[in-house]
């Protein structure tokens, strides 16, 4: 099966493997050695593209062949299976369902700087819920701001990779048309003018809403929220 990254090139496209996978940049150079820096500089578009061992050794480590020959083209496809849950974390199913993955840090709005929710952290949160179907997020301390009073900085998100989202859940998005996995915590609804676009708002009535073509955002529903 062949893949097509959204928008193409190297900076959207190491992000969007990682995804696929459910891997974080450290995961990488934890269990395949690696260099998680060389990784963070392609998702943040620092180093614009890596160098050969560098997708090749992707390429090994993922099972994977990619087609960088048009660089805002690129391609990839699967040359066998690939359980990442087993590859990275090799605890038994039962320890794991307690203990999934704080994944990163999210802000709650867009005004500044936004990481990936797949960059380095290795925190951990004991919670009953399978960690291949939920992830925890944390509520940036400096720009966590746009949902007060309801989530304050500090405070985490249980995302689920799969729940269906409706108009009017609390969401996570990631706005692939933006470089540097840009994403936030946000309500979600269907603009009333055209069901081809999200409307993402804010608690905080200080902060405007985002609006953006749903063809162009990854969105996952907030299972709850844990205050800090």
Known sequence: MLYVCTTMNWTIFISHLLKEFRLSSYQLQKQFNINSAIISNLKNGRTKTPNEDTIRQLEKSLGIKIDDSDPQNIKYSRLMDFDS??????VKPESRKSWPMVLGFVPASTDAGVTSYYEESIEEKPLEFDPLEYFWLRIDLKNGESMLPTIKPGDYVLVSRNEKVRDGDLVFVLFLDEPGDRGAVKQFSLAAFDPGLAVFSSYNQ?????????????????KLIEKR
Do not use: L, N, Q
């Open 206 to 222: 200080s902060h405007s809403a985002i609006v953006k073509k749903m063809a162009s955002c990854r969105i996952y529903k907030v």
């Open 85 to 90: 849950a087993t590859a990275i974390d090799p």
